[in-house]
């Protein structure tokens, strides 16, 4: 790895962890969190499978249950905040919905 791919992959990390604390401070509980990481990790273009499951993981969260929300929130038509999976395994998210005021 190169160093401006090390600084890449830390500063998606630190997003994905600010993330986090952002939904726990809204008082998110651990399921809903895991969804709105997996969402936040392909929005980040981390789009397979080991890739979002690992990172999740590595925040801290169970790793079955990352695995098992990742599998059973794909969509054939997705809407926010679940996901597709295309013909080659890679994970893609529908963009978020516009805040209404």
């Not at 925040?59 to 599998?71: D, E, I, P, R, S």
Request: proline fraction near 6%.
């Amino acid at each position: 790895m190169t160093p401006t791919t090390d600084y890449a992959r830390i500063a998606r990390y630190r997003r994905l962890e600010a993330l986090d604390r952002e939904i726990v401070k809204a008082k998110g509980n651990k399921h809903d969190r895991v969804l709105m990481l997996i969402n936040a990790c392909i929005s980040e273009g981390l789009t397979g499978e080991h890739h979002i499951i690992g990172t999740v993981a590595h925040l801290g969260f169970n790793h079955g249950h990352v695995a098992t929300l990742l599998k059973e929130s794909v969509r054939l038509e997705p809407e926010w905040p679940y996901w597709g999976r295309d013909e080659n395994g890679r994970y893609f998210a529908p963009p978020m919905p516009d805040a209404q005021h």
